[in-house]
């Protein structure tokens, strides 16, 4: 649509755990595209291998085959070391808000890490410090307290301020809500809602749940087995899923309104009657064959490519 | 108050033992290091006549058979062993420590030769090289002995270390870290060191009593320290020499050396107990079973037929001494019936679970209210009664199915056991009924899962079989705390399923505790609302959930962005600014006022309860009055 550069561009990624007989392979061929300032949804159950991805984009684990380009540049294969030139635009905020700030540093002293590492002088860095505490809904004054002194939310609130703090072009949002409750949850949300319009920045936004995907996505790709079921606009694939999986996937999150949840139930229900007759899964075929309720033999022996229905990407040989 | 301000100190100096081992150690090193600037007499001096004196003025220890001041040798002696210990302790850690930094950050082929190394040293007979040292390079010289043994001990420091740090660098912030491009040395020292400090400072209290014992014990053999240079094991050895002539001799040296290591193991230990959690949470106790009040055994069959299966009324439950956890809950569930009870963390719902069973933790009790099973008040009911009940009556499943089962046996053993215990069953038959029970939890192979490990199940499989282990009694009444939080949702919607089939097969009552108001849509009948230890609203779903009468669980709707599922996503979703207060700051009057967007003055009265939904109730003083959607509530 554009010619800008996009954000980030991820082409036919593959990783893989182990070596020779006993390795793994975790994600495959995985291909998307974050254009500046938007919001990519990452949704998959566990062993999807959407944490992963974002391991791989952060450079914490090892690239097979593929390639990741960050505004332009490959960074594929660069070391941590040398990704301070190459992707020093790309910050992370991690799920567990208990052990991703440091216990024994203050607030402030967590915050400036990067800044100081770079040659920022540390009453400058404090004062950028209390600016984005103030920034992500915390007092200047949180600066100089211990991670002990918060709650689970605020904890995230100060890992969200962490990543801001570089004025990045990317955070990757690892399950950054999954851990807190509901109140808190839809504070952070919000938050992050309120950042990708104020902020020049890109969230890679990964996360089990398709509703709360929803909400701050713009895009969503649906992760099964390490490969692509679905990839579209976020409304379209959450309200008229095409891939059998995303239809699982909807139908089974129960929805708290009484109505909506009956629908609901319905249809996981239906696809549970009509799974009975299921193709036996060879591992050759389509990762998602032996839960799918309208696989038919090729499913097993040949992998759907990606193909584009209705605007929405999908693989499936029958969606 | 806060955390922040109440330094390691203060807490460090609370500990008499602590103080004084300080203050003695203290003594020890300072005074023996500058001992020949003060000690009344040199340590070589021989006072002829006053050979073998008990403690005097003039000689505060007395003097040995040479007439020398015993104390002012121990202090000169002392400086000697104090740097011996000392020397042990550094090349001990600075060998160890580095070692194992290196080992936990490239791992792999380094940390398995790092490790197999230790290993050799480990292997090696310590005193036997050290005597053969000692053959080598004479015996006068204790510090090239010293720094031998720092060598041989330090695998201990660096096993030790290894695992610490290993735990260390999983934590996110070290990865966080690593993003930031710090360096790994600005990794180790600003991220992991300070993580580790403490076991650090209980390896080096550890070590430097090695350093002093290993010294006596060679001193003690002749080796260190000639004559007339005094050391503590030469002065023991020497006392022991004259022991029938002079007894006392014996005293100083053996008082010094085991004060020393007295001193620097209680600092261990200080250092060890780290942060000592004040949850005031007291421990176990058998006696806490013995000194409630009996209940006379049920007989079940002979239990009235009360209308609720399971009545909770008026229920306070708290921790000993302190504050409530539950206040004045009143729930109840009748046969083949399901009631959710859902709220936000710390609102008291698992405690109100947990008490039903009787599986409260140690230090928290029930303080008034009834819990009737069948119409029978079980709420004062000991261990052995509650036995009884549970398992036949009443079963618990909890939100880790790990829990409920024992890693250690099979599945079929787990199965069979409850089987034949509670339902008194052959073995065989107990066998054929576990089969029957998996193929009713809706697991596929059940022959295969009988067999098998708790480990070798996956997540939803694994919630199956302690669903299963929970129905061996044929229960009536089934408690399941968060069964699914654990899991991925179509598993969740899987268990769902079960769970509403038994319900509908066996006529059971469920009570399910969550956070997920979805689940409460999908699978209860009626619903609790609790917030900070109380039932804020209660009554039919559908009632509830689509026309909330409390603010907070309008609020909560709000903030659950599946609410609008299949709708249009809000821009904002209704959050509730604040947390939920802390249980020691509970009030009577309404304890969700300060986080209301609709409080005013008559919410600082203290709360009442009024009828609402269809039999249910809600606690807001301004019930009636206000209109309720899912987004006005926020005071954003």
């Known amino acids: 649509m554009t010619n800008t550069t996009p954000l980030l561009e991820v082409t036919d990624l593959s990783v893989q755990y182990g070596k020779g007989k006993t390795a793994f392979t975790a994600v495959s061929d995985i291909s998307f595209v974050i254009q500046p300032g938007q919001v990519l949804g990452l949704v998959g159950e566990s062993g999807s291998g959407k944490s992963t991805i974002g391991k791989a984009i952060l450079g914490l684990e090892k690239v097979k085959t593929g390639s990741i380009k960050f505004l332009g540049t490959d960074i594929t294969h660069d070391s941590l070391k040398r990704r301070k030139k190459t992707a020093a635009g790309i910050r992370v905020v991690f799920q567990d808000p208990y052990s991703s700030l440091n216990p024994a540093l203050t607030v402030g002293e967590t915050l400036i890490e990067p800044l100081v590492v770079d040659g920022v002088k540390r009453e400058d860095a404090l004062a950028l410090a209390r600016e984005v505490l103030v920034k992500v809904g915390l007092s200047p004054e949180a600066a100089d307290r211990y991670p002990r002194n918060f709650s689970g939310g605020q904890r995230q609130r100060i890992a969200i301020a962490r990543a801001l703090i570089v004025r990045p072009k990317l955070i990757v949002l690892d399950e950054p809500v999954s851990a807190l409750d509901l109140s808190t949850q839809a504070q952070v949300l919000n938050l992050l809602a309120d950042l990708s319009q104020s902020e020049d920045v890109g969230f890679l936004f990964i996360a089990h749940d398709l509703d709360v995907v929803r909400f701050l996505s713009d895009d969503v790709v649906v992760l099964y087995k390490g490969r692509v079921m679905e990839h579209g606009d976020v409304n379209r694939v959450v309200t008229a899923p095409k891939h059998p999986y995303t239809q699982t996937l909807t139908a089974a999150a129960p929805a708290p309104n009484p109505h909506v949840q009956k629908v609901r139930r319905e249809a996981w229900q239906q696809l549970q009657v009509s799974k009975k007759q299921h193709v036996a899964d060879i591992g050759q075929g389509c990762p998602f064959v032996a839960r799918c309720p309208i696989a038919q033999e090729n499913c097993a022996t040949e992998i759907p490519a990606l193909r584009e229905v209705t605007g929405v990407k999908v693989s499936c040989h029958y969606a | ?636």
């Open chain 2, 1 to 636: 108050m806060s955390p922040a301000k109440k330094s390691k100190l203060p807490h460090f100096l609370k500990r008499p033992g602590a103080v004084l081992s300080l203050v003695w150690l203290a003594f020890i090193v300072i005074g023996s290091l500058t001992a020949p600037l003060w000690v009344p007499f040199d340590f070589a001096q021989q006072n002829v006549g006053f050979e073998l004196l008990t403690p005097n003025s003039q000689f505060l220890l007395g003097t040995d058979e040479l007439g020398r001041d015993i104390f002012s040798r121990i202090m000169v002696a002392g400086a000697g062993t104090i740097v011996g210990a000392t020397i042990t302790v550094l090349v001990a850690f600075g060998i160890g420590l580095p070692a194992a930094f290196v080992s936990a950050q490239y791992g792999g082929k380094v940390e398995a030769f790092f490790s197999r190394f230790a290993e050799v040293i480990f292997a090696l007979p310590g005193l036997v090289m050290i005597l053969a040292l000692v053959g080598a390079i004479g015996q006068e010289k204790m510090e090239p002995l010293m720094v031998f043994f720092g060598f041989l001990i330090s695998p201990a420091v660096y096993r030790v270390l290894l695992g610490q740090i290993i735990s260390i660098r999983q934590r996110l912030y070290v990865d966080a870290a690593r993003l930031n491009g710090l360096s790994s040395i600005r990794i180790n020292l600003r991220h992991i060191l300070p993580g580790i400090w403490r076991t650090v400072l209980v390896q080096v209290a550890l070590i430097f009593v090695a350093g002093i014992g290993i010294q006596a014990g060679l001193s003690f053999l002749g080796i260190g320290p000639q004559e007339p240079n005094p050391s503590w094991g030469a002065m023991i050895l020497q006392a022991s020499n004259l022991i029938y002539f002079s007894p006392w001799m014996m005293v100083p040296p053996g008082l010094i050396l085991v004060l020393t290591v007295f001193a620097a193991n209680e600092l261990a230990d200080v250092f060890g107990e780290g942060e000592a959690q004040n949850s005031g949470v007291k421990p176990f106790s058998f006696k806490d079973l013995k000194g409630r009040r009996r209940a006379n055994l049920p007989v079940v069959e002979a239990a009235p037929k009360a209308a609720n299966l399971l009545e909770l009324k008026h229920l306070v439950v708290g921790v000993e001494g302190k504050h409530e956890l539950v206040t004045d809950v009143s729930l109840a569930i009748r046969q083949g019936e399901v009631l959710g009870v859902v709220g936000e963390s710390g609102c008291g719902k698992t405690m109100t679970a947990l008490s039903v069973i009787g599986l409260l933790p140690p230090g928290v009790k029930v303080r008034s209210g009834s819990i009737l099973l069948n119409g029978i008040d079980i709420a004062d009911w000991n261990e052995q009664e509650l036995n009884t009940v549970r398992g036949s009556e009443m079963a618990y499943i909890s939100q880790e199915p790990m829990v409920a089962l024992d890693p250690m046996f099979t599945v079929s053993h787990q199965l069979v056991y409850p089987l034949k215990r509670i339902r008194g069953l052959s073995k065989a038959a107990a066998k054929a009924e576990a089969l029957e029970l998996l193929r009713q939890v809706g697991i596929v192979n059940p022959e295969r899962v009988l067999k098998s490990y708790p480990h070798q199940l996956s997540g939803g499989m694994a919630q199956r079989v302690a669903i299963a282990l929970a129905l061996t009694g044929n229960p009536r009444l089934l408690i399941a705390d968060e069964p699914t939080t654990a899991l991925d949702v179509t598993i969740q919607a899987e268990i769902l399923d079960l769970l509403r089939a038994l319900v509908q097969q066996r006529g059971m009552g469920l009570v399910i505790v969550t956070h997920n108001l979805g689940v409460v849509a999908d699978i209860a009948d009626q619903v609790a609302v609790m917030y900070a230890g109380q039932v804020i609203e209660a009554g039919p779903v559908a009632d509830v959930l689509l026309n909330p009468a409390h603010p907070y669980t309008s609020a909560l709707l709000g903030a659950d962005p599946h609410f609008g599922a299949d709708g249009v996503m809000p821009d904002r979703l209704a959050s509730i600014p604040g947390a939920v207060p802390p249980a020691w700051e509970w009030t009577s009057s309404c304890r969700f006022a300060a986080r209301c967007n609709f409080a005013t003055e008559i919410c600082k009265q203290p709360l009442q309860e009024k009828a609402a939904h269809q039999g249910g109730a809600v606690k807001c003083m301004r019930f009636g009055e206000l209109t309720l959607t899912t987004t006005n509530h926020g005071k954003n």
